[in-house]
């Protein structure tokens, strides 16, 4: 009995003690709060009936400096006397929720933006967001509080894709600030939805500002870019996204014009707070703020002397959220150090927890509509058939002798290539899983009649000689009516650093060429074939140098990284169920050489707007089964001040017997400027539908801000002077209609 006792005694004591340790966070580890966990909620900050910063400054008066800090990070550890849950606020849905488990797979950012279709974005963002909610209510459900399943994504990657040689430019939706505007907000719209009192998911901007390459030094580089080039380039498509009221914004890794972005106050003070009144949280790329205090000789950028100077540094600049390590321990400790105040660590905290109660995270469930999404909309048959369309509109057809469409009842076919069974291919960067990836091999199977035959050998590895000299596969060629070649890269070769890993250049491409391998495999194709017809299909994220392919092949199809349903997507083209539409979002250069160094982030000889050369293919470039013909412009005003809007009117008619859609593209030409402008601009795009020799009239309405230039100042000002006003179905540059564009209409209007 006495043994008995004592021992009754020490576990009291030691409850006792575990109690007191917990209540002062010593030295026990946070329990994860599940569903079956019901703590007393009753505490203001969980009252609805108050205003969010009466919530905000009641929970923030509750926590410890050391558990606000615990808050800044990526993943929060949970407060279980206050009935708070552990919170990860990484997130990715670059093109589907990535990361967190079974999703739709929909096409990567590159082909979304070549599908120049922002209410197509919207709807996929919205699709998105949907799954993310279910996804996040199962978890939530199951007492799971892992990374990647909380409602922060760090979504979309606005950066332009001003190099072909960056690795994650297919993140991207290329290279001009109006489309990535465009498509960006569309996207924002989709993925926070409309709900007046509660996100349905906070999007992210990134990566602010002026990143793009190279990926090896990027913790590292200074990308030195001029005024003009910044205001006219590298930010409008953040101020846009800005102006949606996006959540939030990510600083990049490297410096600009000699700050690092997590520490510089001209992009975060001067321009995201103060003049575009951005009222969200900002927060660090992963681990950039102990790029803060690395040396430069050890790959950092060495403005700090410590963690605690590195943590100080961001939240005095208003780096709210710290993916990475370096807030933890380095903020208490830059407090004791008298390097920062506990009151600006509040009000740091503050404007990242008002996010948190937006998303409804601190509200009873059922508190707003997104917490009944079922987890039925996941990879639904309504999202799967949206997969599919974005891959269909997305693809590029960039030659067509007249071998395509193919028709599907021919006796055989064949397919080869290093990428017709890989799901790589299909996936890109920043990818979900999917239990029905369709190849291009599955997509062709499935898309040919019964009684036709078809044949399928890999032929040719991705990027290296076959060891074995036999080959088994080049005669089939010779004996099948059609032969399809699903060449090109894949995230093996290019994508973000430490990912790719059959890449010797941290995931970038500094050789444009396609893997000699490929290119002598499809000759000896070409030679077995004879004239019957070779399709090549190219996957990829990035231009390449396609000109070999051009001419080997009959007909060149770029599919980018078409998503889960790719591979149908592709037989839809190649069988004539659908007419081509996708448009090309970058310039494809003919070689590296056309292009400054990958290094200078000057515009100048950069990008259809500034590329005085002739391309291998051209922005805003793409074939159809169609044939488009232009009406005159009808323009409203001719002669117009700098307060007045301009109406631009053309018919557009399919005069083939094809329904197919055609991407009607404004561009703008400043004539007579006083400092270097773009020879031309986009202004305007509509994707259109027209039937079997259908005519459609349409209207542009170009705002007076169309005809401002950005003079070396970074100031945007009307000069007065003559424009040619473009609108055809690719950009200006003489390359589209050599390569089959149609062409476009022109009119001039006069800015007095």
Not at 582 to 593: A, E, H
Request: with cysteine; glycine share 8%; aromatic share 8%.
């Amino acid at each position: 009995m006495m043994k008995l006792s004592k021992i009754s005694l020490l576990c009291g004591l030691l409850f006792v003690c575990m109690l007191s340790c917990k209540e002062k966070n010593i030295g026990i580890e946070e329990t994860p709060i599940g569903s079956n966990t019901d703590p007393e909620k009753d505490f203001p900050f969980y009252d609805t009936s108050l205003s969010m910063d009466e919530r905000v400054e009641d929970l923030i008066s509750r926590l410890t400096l050391e558990e606000k800090a615990d808050q800044m990070m990526h993943s929060t550890s949970g407060i279980e006397r206050l009935g708070i849950p552990p919170y990860g606020w990484w997130n990715e849905a670059l093109h589907g929720v990535g990361r967190s488990g079974t999703a739709t797979v929909f096409p990567q950012a590159i082909g979304l933006g070549a599908t120049f279709d922002s209410d197509l974005a919207f709807r996929v963002s919205s699709a998105i967001s949907d799954e993310a909610r279910a996804m996040h209510n199962a978890a939530k459900e199951k007492g799971y509080h892992l990374r990647y399943s909380g409602l922060t994504f760090w979504t979309p990657n606005i950066n332009i894709f001003r190099d072909p040689r960056w690795g994650r430019g297919q993140e991207t939706y290329g290279e001009d600030p109006f489309l990535t505007s465009i498509l960006g907000t569309s996207f924002v719209r989709g993925l926070q939805g409309d709900n007046p009192d509660y996100l349905k998911t906070a999007a992210c901007a990134k990566h602010y500002a002026v990143h793009s390459g190279p990926e090896k030094l990027r913790h590292e580089f200074d990308a030195i870019a001029s005024p003009k080039d910044m205001w006219e380039t590298y930010l409008p498509a953040f101020e846009a996204l800005v102006k949606a009221d996006v959540e939030a914004v990510m600083c990049a890794y490297n410096s600009t014009n000699g700050q690092p972005c997590c520490s510089n106050n001209y992009l975060i003070t001067d321009v995201l707070r103060n003049q575009w009144n951005f009222d969200g949280h900002v927060l660090s790329d992963c681990w950039a703020i102990v790029d803060l205090y690395t040396p430069a000789d050890k790959g950092g950028h060495g403005v700090a002397n410590s963690q605690a100077e590195a943590a100080a540094l961001a939240v005095e600049h208003g780096v709210s959220l710290n993916c990475g390590s370096t807030y933890l321990d380095g903020l208490p400790q830059a407090v004791k150090e008298g390097l920062i105040t506990e009151e600006e660590i509040d009000a740091q905290l503050a404007i990242l927890l008002r996010t948190r109660f937006k998303l409804g995270l601190f509200d009873p469930k059922g508190s707003n509509p997104y917490d009944d999404i079922s987890v039925d909309v996941i990879n639904s048959d309504e999202h799967r058939s949206l997969a599919r369309e974005v891959a269909q509109k997305g693809i590029v057809m960039l030659k067509n002798n007249g071998a395509l469409p193919l028709k599907n009842d021919l006796s055989r076919y064949f397919v080869t290539g290093p990428n017709a069974t890989s799901a790589d291919v299909l996936l890109g960067n920043y990818y979900g899983v999917n239990p029905k990836l369709v190849t291009v091999l599955e997509g062709v199977a499935g898309a040919i009649h019964p009684g036709s035959q078809l044949q399928y050998r890999m032929g040719a590895l991705l990027d290296r000689e076959s060891l074995n000299p036999q080959d088994w596969a080049t005669p089939n060629a010779g004996t099948s009516d059609a032969t399809i070649a699903v060449l090109g890269i894949s995230s093996l070769l290019e994508g973000e650093e430490g990912e790719s890993l059959a890449s010797s250049t941290a995931g970038d491409r500094l050789d444009y060429n396609l893997p000699k391998n490929q290119i002598d495999f499809l000759k000896k194709l070409r030679n077995a074939a004879g004239e019957r017809p070779i399709i090549a299909v190219i996957t990829g994220g990035s231009p390449m140098n396609l000109a070999e392919v051009h001419e080997l092949a009959d007909a060149v199809l770029l599919a980018w990284y078409p998503g889960e349903e790719g591979g149908n997507a592709v037989a839809d083209i190649i069988f004539g169920k659908v007419s081509p539409s996708g448009r090309l979002p970058i310039t494809f250069p003919k070689s590296l050489d056309q292009l400054p160094p990958y290094e200078d982030y000057s515009m100048k000889g950069r990008t259809y707007k500034y590329m005085d050369e002739d391309p291998l293919y051209p922005f805003g470039y793409g074939l159809s089964y169609g044939s488009f013909t232009y009406g005159d412009l009808n323009i409203s005003k001719s002669s117009i001040s700098k307060d007045e809007e301009v109406s631009i009117t053309v018919d557009v008619t399919n005069q083939s017997d094809i329904p197919s859609d055609e991407v009607v593209q404004l561009y703008l030409s400043d004539l007579e400027a006083s400092v270097d402008v773009p020879n031309y601009q986009l202004y305007g795009v509509q994707r259109v539908n027209l039937g079997a020799k259908e005519s459609k009239n349409i209207t542009f309405t170009l705002q007076p801000s169309a005809f401002q230039m950005v003079d070396n100042d970074g100031n945007r000002v009307f000069e007065p002077g003559k424009f040619t006003v473009y609108v055809g179905g690719s950009s200006p540059m003489k390359r589209s209609m050599e390569l089959g564009a149609p062409k476009m209409s022109t009119g001039t209007i006069t800015l007095n």
